[in-house]
């Protein structure tokens, strides 16, 4: 197995490796993305970072989306729970 890309957001990440038989994959449940020897495999990579990002938000991104600093984000979703939740 080898490291061949870690994907972050600033808070956390995930690390992307080619394993033995050439499989890429995430560390995350050995999620297959694709192989080596495929010629897209980038892009292919580049798509599942992407993907990635989109569903680990950063305190920076819930901030954004909140429109709060980003020191209020979790008041602003306990607040946003509550609002549901009436």
């Not at 080898?2 to 995430?26: C, F, H, P, Q």
């Not at 495999?41 to 901030?63: F, G, L, T």
Request: net charge negative; hydrophobic share 30%; with cysteine.
């Amino acid at each position: 197995m080898k490291l061949i890309r870690t994907v972050s957001n600033g808070e956390t990440s995930v690390d992307i490796y080619v394993m033995a038989n050439g499989d890429v994959v995430s560390e995350e449940n050995n999620y297959f993305i694709g192989s080596i020897n495929d010629p897209e495999i980038e892009d292919k990579i580049d798509h599942y970072a992407e993907e990635w990002r989109e569903v680990n938000w950063n305190q920076s991104d819930w901030a954004d989306y909140y429109g709060c600093d980003v020191d209020d984000v979790e008041d602003c979703m306990d607040d946003d729970m509550r609002d549901y939740d009436d």
